[in-house]
């Protein structure tokens, strides 16, 4: 069993950065492949970005080269650092965890934070 919990939302002006953090329980944090994703109102859950146990990495297009996922495994946490944020980046970040490869389907991870609210003002 993994629990994971988010932290580090908030509002922000556009063109601004934030740092969202997923910390995860269970000593095997290591061997997981750890996503996010969001969802605003009204619309459908969204994959963000994925890094994989080995450190490969993947984004969905609108925030290549705004958004660096990555993972400490000695601190058993998982970061998503945003910049240049727009105001369609505005949504409930989640954190999600699965074995095995990197996905974009969000039905294939196992496990799933509460979440982190970001707003982005215009």
């Known amino acids: 069993q993994v629990q994971l919990v988010e932290s580090g939302g908030g509002l922000v002006q556009a063109g601004g950065s934030l740092r969202l953090s997923c910390a995860a329980s269970g000593r095997t944090f290591s061997s997981y492949t750890m996503g996010w994703f969001r969802q605003a109102p009204g619309k459908e859950r969204e994959f963000v970005a994925v890094?994989?146990?080995?450190?490969?990495?993947y984004y969905t297009d609108s925030v290549k080269g705004r958004f660096t996922i990555s993972r400490d495994n000695a601190k058993n946490t998982v970061y998503l650092q945003m910049s240049s944020l727009k105001p369609e980046d505005t949504a409930g970040y989640y954190c999600?965890?699965?074995?095995?490869?990197?996905?974009?389907?969000?039905?294939?991870?196992?496990?799933w934070g509460q979440g982190t609210q970001v707003t982005v003002s215009s």
């Open positions: 999600a965890a699965k074995s095995g490869g990197p996905t974009s389907k969000g039905a294939l991870y196992d496990y």
């Open positions: 890094i994989s146990w080995s450190g490969s990495t």
